[in-house]
């Protein structure tokens, strides 16, 4: 007994549902380049989104470790020997090393209380340029996301629009306006635009996401250099600073 819903009307004829492949082949080659596009922005963006969700979870986790342990006052030497054990491309690993840098380049130069006013300004500066370099290079292939989530949409319909031109255009040519003739290129042109919608509600739901995560971190690396400046300014104060490199 065949099933209803899979059946002509009236006829009890099972009508045959086309596969996604079959739609892909069954269209018209601008169609056909449409659907490939967004296809391959698709892979695109889930690339991106697998690469940049595992960087950010190994990063959040170093970055609580971390953090953790310093937020109870430790020394400069103290917080270089914590950070010796993190990875060198790591953002927090990043920002601290440029500023104990900047220490160590600043050592002959303390001597007076406006010259630890200057070395500690400067350790801020370097902190803001290095905390926005790091950042800079988590969001790094982002963008992408942005633009497939915003584009490909558009390019969706484009496909859509074409193939249902195609399709009255079948009807001019077979004077014929039976449903029959033209649901087929129909079907193949909103297949289109939903291979639109598939590479574009993810990639817009994680670029928010993503993008979310890295603000979060950019407060990590905050608190980072208020840890490091104020405990910079505590040793400065006892005149017992301690300026060593983590290589």
């Known amino acids: 007994m065949s099933d209803p819903a899979l059946s002509s009307p009236g006829t009890g004829v099972p009508v045959h549902i086309a596969t996604p492949v079959e739609l892909f082949n069954q269209a018209d080659i601008v169609v056909k380049v449409v659907m490939g596009l967004l296809i391959l922005a698709s892979a695109w963006s889930w690339g991106v989104i697998v690469a940049?969700?595992?960087?950010?979870t190994l990063v959040d986790r170093r970055a609580n470790r971390l953090l953790k342990s310093l937020r109870h006052g430790v020394s400069t030497s103290e917080l270089s020997e914590a950070f010796l054990k993190v990875k060198a491309t790591d953002p927090l690993r990043f920002?601290?090393?440029?500023?104990?840098?900047?220490?160590?380049?600043?050592?002959?130069?303390?001597?007076?209380?406006?010259?630890q006013e200057s070395l500690l300004e400067r350790v801020h500066r370097i902190a803001q340029l290095s905390?926005?370099?790091?950042?800079?290079?988590?969001?790094?292939?982002?963008?992408?996301?942005?633009?497939?989530g915003s584009v490909a949409p558009f390019v969706g319909l484009f496909g859509t629009v074409w193939g249902i031109m195609n399709s009255f255009q079948g009807i001019a040519a077979t004077n014929n306006t039976s449903l029959a003739v033209v649901a087929p290129g129909i079907a193949e042109a909103l297949f289109a635009t939903a291979l639109g919608l598939v590479a574009a509600i993810p990639a817009v739901l994680f670029y928010n996401n993503i993008s979310g995560r890295i603000s979060r971190y950019g407060k990590r690396l905050t608190n980072l250099v208020g840890i490091y400046e104020v405990e910079l300014s505590r040793q400065l104060s006892k005149g017992e600073v301690h300026g060593r490199r983590a290589a």
């Open 95 to 115: 920002v601290y090393q440029a500023m104990v840098d900047e220490n160590t380049r600043s050592a002959d130069l303390r001597h007076g209380a406006g010259q």
């Open 131 to 148: 905390s926005t370099s790091a950042l800079d290079n988590l969001r790094a292939g982002l963008q992408s996301l942005a633009s497939i």
């Open 52 to 56: 940049k969700s595992l960087r950010l």
